[in-house]
């Protein structure tokens, strides 16, 4: 079995949860179930990044302990998983002793080998980005960009990571592996971003300005830098897992490419002599209104509140049905109540209506077999055909909002099938012929939901297991063959009603300005 490794960025423990860190999971989720469909061995890490200023920061505002700060919002995250259907194998956090012996030990090694050195730092700060900034980083008035927050100018003695002589190797890493970083477009412009000489990297903080990391082991007066911290995270989740390593993708957001994933990490892994991971998605962002949903800028939507209301599989199919991976999308409410509306509940829900109410009326809830092919069947088989492959290939290319779009159309498909064989009208005829093609549209009809309930199970594996469950079926153990048009429903029996997606009670409401 091919061992699949795939993680998500571990989430800053200064806030809840909120859409974008729910996104994330889900995208690699939907990823890791469909891995496992093709039948990889997936490992999933997911986690939380507990150290540095903000925590502090947060911490001492609440006037609690940050390690209980940290433990109360990274049990949030946690609590989050189950509620969207994560099948996450373990949860990381920084704070964890088996993460920081990993970060110390790769410290170490680095230190003895003469990648880290002393030196003076004079220069300004970002606390909210935590990190040193370059005049280059300047507005063109010479102001600090808003993202940057409150930049103050320090002089301190600090230890220093030797990115600069790995730059050279990084840039012919990344112009022999050109896939690495997904989508495409974004490999190219982390090389444009190495154009420019990299400086070594400040990896440590006084202990008298930052009390909250880790110690470095070779000076116990200075802590970790936090992105230097976080990024082993990956690394020090599976150490003690043998054949894990090295990672299959690392699942991130657009704006922690460059330079923590695309640079930092790779020279950090090639300096201690680590494999690098396969490769990195980097996926786009959710705005309101235009502008990305973050706590800071107060739009940020509490995905849970959408969960309670209208279910995880729903939520889980507008993100995935909204969003090309790589591409920033707007949410809007009227959207989601769009595609819950028309995609969910009245094209899926009414395909498995009209298969359950069928089935019971016409056939004593038992699914015929069928017995004629004639143009209608045929154009549907003929559909799934060309549908089924291409939703494999677009789903191992990451396109799982078009693979999702075509799925769709397969159900539209097949209630247009419904709509011209109309069983209703089949069932009054006491015509032997008729009763043949009755008994051939309703199976056609089961076996059709079926076969687009084994493309929609990784992005909604609730509302999949539910639908199997009322048509009396279980699947079978080789997703593939879950794939195959075939008589696999014949003589189950059928419940007579589900109700998947009801129509809500009021429709999802905007985020809550803050
Ligand atoms: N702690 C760091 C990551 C360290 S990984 C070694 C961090 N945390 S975060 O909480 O700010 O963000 C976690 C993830 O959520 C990131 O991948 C980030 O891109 C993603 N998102 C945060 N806001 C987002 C949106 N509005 N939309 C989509 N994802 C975004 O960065």
Redesign the pocket.
């Known amino acids: 079995m091919k061992s699949f490794y795939i993680t998500?960025?571990?989430?800053?423990a200064n806030g809840s949860p909120?859409?974008?860190?729910a996104?994330?999971k889900v995208l690699t989720d939907v990823i890791a179930r469909f891995r496992r469909q093709m039948g990889d061995q997936v490992h999933f890490l997911t986690g939380t990044?507990e150290h540095g200023q903000k925590v502090q920061a947060s911490a001492r505002k609440r006037g609690i302990p940050p390690q209980q700060f940290c433990d109360e919002v990274s049990a949030e995250f946690r609590a989050m998983l189950p509620k969207l259907a994560i099948t996450n194998d373990d949860f990381i956090r920084t704070t964890e002793e088996r993460h920081k012996k990993v970060v110390r030990d790769l410290l170490q090694q680095l230190f003895d080998k003469g990648d880290i050195y002393k030196a003076e730092y004079r220069g300004f700060y970002s606390t909210r980005q935590e990190q040193f900034l370059q005049e280059k980083d300047r507005n063109p008035d010479g102001t600090w960009p808003e993202i940057f927050g409150d930049v103050t100018e320090i002089v301190e003695s600090n230890y220093f990571f030797k990115l600069r002589q790995y730059q050279a190797w990084l840039v012919e890493f990344l112009t022999k592996n050109e896939n690495w970083i997904f989508p495409r477009y974004r490999q190219t412009q982390v090389l444009e971003f190495l154009k420019e000489p990299l400086n070594d990297l400040c990896i440590s903080r006084p202990k008298e300005r930052l009390e909250w990391g880790i110690p470095l082991p070779f000076d116990e007066g200075y802590v970790t830098y936090v992105?230097f911290d976080?990024?082993v995270?990956?690394y020090s989740g599976v150490i003690d897992r043998p054949g894990v390593w090295p990672a299959t993708y690392h699942v991130?957001?657009?704006?922690?490419l460059v330079p923590?994933?695309a640079v930092y990490w790779p020279i950090m892994l090639q300096a201690a002599g680590v494999p690098l991971p396969l490769g990195i998605i980097a996926?786009?962002?959710?705005?309101q209104r235009g502008a990305?949903?973050?706590k800071s800028t107060g739009n940020a939507l509490n995905p849970l509140d959408l969960v309670d209301q209208f279910g995880a599989d729903a939520f889980r199919y507008f993100l995935i049905r909204e969003m090309n991976v790589g591409q920033d999308s707007d949410f809007t409410p009227e959207q989601f109540m769009v595609r819950y509306n028309s995609e969910l509940a009245n094209n899926l829900g009414n395909l498995v209506n009209r298969t359950l109410n069928m089935t019971t009326r016409f056939a004593a809830g038992v699914v015929p077999s069928a017995e004629v092919a004639e143009e209608a069947e045929r154009e549907l088989h003929e559909l799934w055909a060309k549908t089924a492959p291409e939703c494999v290939a677009l789903c191992e290319g990451f396109q799982f909002h078009t693979a999702l779009e075509r799925t769709m159309f397969f159900v539209t498909a097949t209630n247009a099938y419904i709509e011209k064989r109309a069983p209703w009208k089949l069932g009054k005829s006491t015509e032997a012929k008729d009763q043949a093609l009755l008994r051939t549209a309703l199976a056609t009809m089961a076996e059709a939901l079926r076969l687009a309930v084994a493309l929609l199970q990784h992005v909604m594996p609730g509302a999949a297991a539910k639908i199997n469950g009322v048509l009396g079926y279980t699947p079978g153990p080789v997703w593939r063959e879950e794939l195959v048009w075939g008589a696999k429903l014949a003589g189950a029996t059928v419940a007579p009603a589900l109700v998947l997606f009801p129509r809500p009670e009021k429709p999802a409401a905007p985020a809550a300005k803050a």
């Open positions: 998500t960025a571990i989430d800053y909120h859409l974008g860190h996104y994330e990044d992105w976080a990024l995270n990956y991130i957001g657009k704006d922690i923590p994933h996926h786009g962002w959710w705005l990305k949903m973050s």
